[in-house]
Nanobody
Framework: QVHVVESGGGLVRPGGSLRLSCAAS????????MSWYRQAPGKEREFVAR????????NYADSVKGRFTISRDNAKSTVYLQMNSLKPEDTAVYYC??????????WGQGTQVTVSS
């Protein structure tokens, strides 16, 4: 059974950094893309970043380009999101998504990131 668990969220001041982790199990991690999404209070869930399984090609939402970096460790079945230069508008629950069949959308429970002084 596919399972993803996010961790690493917390409270950070504007300009600070956090590193989120997403540990996956129940499938061959190295075969599939992984993504991060986020959902702020009262807003729709939105795409943040995605990484392909083999060549590690990445893409990002415009709002985080140059500040966030997605990476993966296939040996550990883990995907990371390094977040630098955090802004108050980055405050949200961050979710990991495994693009695994049959649904191609397995989600974790989320981890809260709060950026505030």
């Amino acid at each position: 059974q596919v399972h993803v668990v996010e961790s690493g969220g917390g409270l950070v001041r504007p300009g600070g950094s956090l590193r989120l982790s997403c540990a996956a199990s129940g499938f061959t991690f190295s075969f599939y893309p992984m993504s991060w999404y986020r959902q702020a209070p009262g807003k729709e869930r939105e795409f943040v970043a995605r990484i392909r399984p083999t060549n590690g090609t990445t893409n990002y939402a415009d709002s985080v380009k140059g500040r966030f970096t997605i990476s993966r460790d296939n040996a550990k079945s883990t995907v990371y999101l390094q977040m630098n230069s955090l802004k108050p508008e980055d405050t949200a629950v961050y979710y990991c998504k495994a693009h695994v069949p049959p649904t191609y959308a397995y989600w974790g429970q989320g981890t809260q990131v709060t950026v505030s002084s």
